[in-house]
């Protein structure tokens, strides 16, 4: 009699701790945002993570081998998401202009939209992503420059070379000094929201993006093509 064959037992499931990685993962990475947001690199502990995101700091280092790295993952996940919609912009605004000089208002509004209009992630919440993108353009910790000038600083360079074209005549020295004003202007949005509603007495809604951009644009546009002093 021909024995008979045995059917193979269906693979096991994948153990619960990959399952359960993504959302565990973006557990400490919303956590740490809000805490880098809030006092900066140098005064957020792996520890302190580790207790909000209801880990212990052996599971903490499983994910991410120092605090260092979790602040490089929540950098990079919002800002290549900003710097990759601010190339995509850039790269549609010379398809529609052929001869490569983009108006300047173009640029101005594709270089602060992506991150003036940047969403949450799931789950998380808007002020908290507003105050970490601020915090890392002013945090003087060195760890947050060296990671910021990865992110950002290539396409920052992109704009630069657009703005130039744009404006000719404005000497590149004085250009650098003119966006690095610019900067100022748009992290300080994201940073102090609060402090426009008490300097105009609630006449302007912090929280109104659109408007921001709509009142930022000319603005800029402004100083960056302003007059050289002689």
Request: with cysteine.
């Amino acid at each position: 009699m021909a024995r008979k064959s045995i059917s193979k037992k269906p693979k096991p499931a994948a153990p619960r701790r990959k399952a359960s990685r993504p959302n565990l993962t973006e557990r400490i990475l919303d956590v740490a945002e809000e805490l880098f947001g809030r006092v900066g690199y140098g005064g957020t502990t792996t520890r302190a993570i580790a207790s909000r995101a209801r880990v212990n700091v052996g599971q903490l280092h499983y994910y991410f081998e120092s605090k260092r790295a979790i602040f490089e993952a929540v950098v990079a996940r919002h800002g290549t998401e900003v710097t990759e919609r601010r190339r995509q912009l850039l790269v549609e605004a010379k398809a529609r202009y052929p001869r490569g000089i983009v108006p300047l208002e173009v640029l101005v509004d594709a270089l602060v939209r992506p991150l003036l209009m940047a969403e949450p992630r799931v789950g998380g919440q808007r002020s908290a992503s507003m105050q970490m993108h601020a915090r890392l353009f002013t945090d003087p910790d060195d760890t947050a420059s060296i990671v910021r000038a990865d992110i950002y600083d290539e396409t920052n360079a992109l704009y630069v070379e657009a703005i130039q074209r744009a404006l000719p005549k404005i000497p590149a020295k004085t250009l650098y000094w003119r966006y690095y004003f610019m900067m100022g202007a748009y992290v300080w949005t994201l940073l102090q929201p609060g402090r426009l509603e008490s300097i105009s007495q609630g006449r302007c809604d912090p929280a109104d993006m659109e408007t921001a951009i709509r009142e930022i644009v000319p603005f800029v546009c402004a100083g960056l093509a302003a007059p050289v002093a002689r």
